[in-house]
């Protein structure tokens, strides 16, 4: 087994425990998605896995690695609106870590799976259940939260199909295998390249 170290033409950006939650969270999310209402036990097990590893991303957000943190990646509205007027002219730079546009998907990614978790224990709780029995979440009516958790279930899967798209088309643009970068945990190296 070889061991990468950093080379002229590689660097290493994604830590082991940002790809492990990155590929935890697809197999959860989708699991979850696919036992919604065959198999509930399933379902909810998959979705407090999800919880947990949004729980872990928000900490590690704060104090993980370089390009683990939100304050390395996230960018202001305009930012993103010019990162995207560039990928209409074909005229991306690379960045080392998220570009905007990924930043903003994976803000709205955190966001809506926060609201999936919470308006699912939030079901649970009005049964007298989870987490959140006892609390003022086992007050809400459980088919309304149901309707907002499904709503954000489906919101979700849209943002996935987008953020796939844009990986891809990404990847064609900077000529870097997004994929494979979160697999290893390596980018290309380019003289011109952002890193803030």
Request: charged share 15%; proline share 3%; aromatic share 12%.
């Amino acid at each position: 087994m070889s061991t990468q170290i950093n080379t002229p033409d590689t660097v290493k950006v994604w830590d082991p425990l940002v790809r492990l939650f990155h590929w935890s969270l697809v197999l959860s999310f989708f699991l979850a998605f696919i036992t919604e209402d065959d198999w509930i036990n399933l379902h909810v097990a998959a979705g407090y896995s999800v919880a947990m590893l949004i729980g872990f991303r928000l900490v590690w957000g704060l104090m993980g690695t370089r390009y683990a943190r939100f304050t390395q990646f996230i960018k202001s509205p305009s930012q993103v609106l010019l990162y995207l007027k560039k990928m209409l002219t074909f005229d991306v730079p690379h960045y080392i870590g998220h570009n905007p546009a990924a930043a903003a998907m994976i803000i709205s990614l955190l966001v809506s799976i926060t609201l999936i978790s919470i308006t699912g224990m939030a079901i649970i709780a009005a049964e007298g259940q989870g987490p959140l029995a006892g609390t003022f979440f086992a007050g809400f009516n459980a088919e309304r939260m149901e309707d907002i958790h499904e709503f954000f279930a489906n919101f979700t899967m849209l943002l996935v199909l987008f953020h796939v798209a844009g990986v891809f088309i990404s990847s064609m643009m900077e000529g870097e295998n997004l994929v494979r970068a979160m697999v290893t945990g390596r980018k290309k190296y380019r003289s011109e390249i952002i890193d803030k």
